[in-house]
């Protein structure tokens, strides 16, 4: 997922949260999306939002997937 990739490496957070949480209305609901948006949190200097996105990411990444969150 590539476009996630561009949109977190905005210089913008504020509108790639708005993009974010876009996909989540349309029905995008993955481990990939909500680390993404944890760390636009993160970098809009929004903390306990992105706290509870990566609790959201890690609560639905594999096994496999729980290294990429962290």
Partial sequence: MHVFLLITDSVQPEMSIRYYRRLLQMG???????????LCC?????????????????????????????
Avoid: I
């Fill in 28 to 38: 995008v609901n993955n481990t990939e999306l909500w680390n993404n948006l944890g």
């Fill in 42 to 70: 993160f970098y809009a200097a929004q903390y306990d939002m992105a706290l509870n996105c990566f609790d959201r990411a890690l609560t639905l990444s594999s096994d496999d997937d729980m290294a990429d969150v962290w």
